[in-house]
């Protein structure tokens, strides 16, 4: 069974540029979760989408945004991008929400100069 | 609200030494527990969970015993060997209904054969 795959794997963009992410999770998951990990800030909760639906909203602002489709792919867009945006965005897939194991992605690399 | 604390590494041992790395957790409720691990270059593995008080996650040498009474989920190995160098992510998640999961800052581990 194929595991969670993120593309692309690295990303260099400047700031002011916006970005998007993919995401397809493992066949038969429906949930997927993104998550940015730093040095400093570790791993942090972005977002959840459930069935195309938004189920859970981390603290970040409005610049990062995300979407499902009906195959439960997932996108996540971050607009006007600053220096500090540069992490690693690691993508997670579940079959259902609440106390399901996640299956992390190999992350895309962003860097934002 | 729900917070995991992880010993602080990085953390150096020799081939078959024994292993401990402490987490414990702040949360309401009955939260279910894992570890991940993360290897160079990649996204997290589920190395184990428990998803209540007094179960005791084990793959792979690793064991962890859900504590409720400590709030603690402390990982173990009794022989560590090279290829178990890698970061390891103590994480608990809400069973409400949600995969906004809460990730210690992680413990990077090194083996020296």
């Known amino acids: 069974k194929a595991g969670v795959t993120q593309t692309p794997r690295y990303l260099i963009k400047t700031r002011g540029q916006q970005v998007t992410l993919s995401c397809s999770p493992i066949s038969g998951h429906r949930s997927v979760s993104w998550y940015q990990q730093t040095p400093g800030q570790g791993l942090q909760f972005l977002f959840e989408y459930f069935s195309e639906t938004q189920r859970n909203k981390g603290n970040f602002p409005g610049r990062f945004s995300g979407r499902q489709f009906s195959n439960s792919r997932s996108e996540m867009n971050v607009s006007t991008l600053e220096l500090g945006d540069s992490a690693l965005y690691l993508c997670?897939?579940?079959?259902?929400?609440?106390?399901?194991?996640?299956?992390f992605g190999n992350g895309t690399r962003l860097t934002v100069t | 609200g729900n917070s995991v604390t992880q010993m602080e590494g990085p953390v150096t041992l020799s081939e078959e030494a024994f292993l401990t790395i402490n987490c414990t957790y702040t949360?309401?409720?009955?939260?279910?527990l894992f570890w991940y691990v993360q290897y160079p270059g990649e996204g997290l593995q589920l190395l184990l969970k428990?998803?209540?008080?007094?179960d005791k996650g084990s793959n792979k040498g690793f064991e962890a015993t859900y504590r409720k009474e400590t709030t603690s989920f402390h990982l173990e190995k009794g022989s560590v060997q090279v290829s178990d160098s890698a970061v390891y992510f103590c994480?608990?998640?809400?069973?409400?209904?949600?995969?906004?999961?809460?990730f210690g800052a992680g413990t990077r581990l090194t083996v020296k054969p």
């Open positions: 949360a309401t409720g009955y939260p279910s």
């Open positions: 428990a998803t209540k008080a007094d």
């Open positions: 994480a608990l998640s809400d069973t409400e209904g949600n995969n906004d999961m809460r």
């Open positions: 997670a897939s579940s079959r259902k929400v609440g106390a399901s194991p996640l299956h």
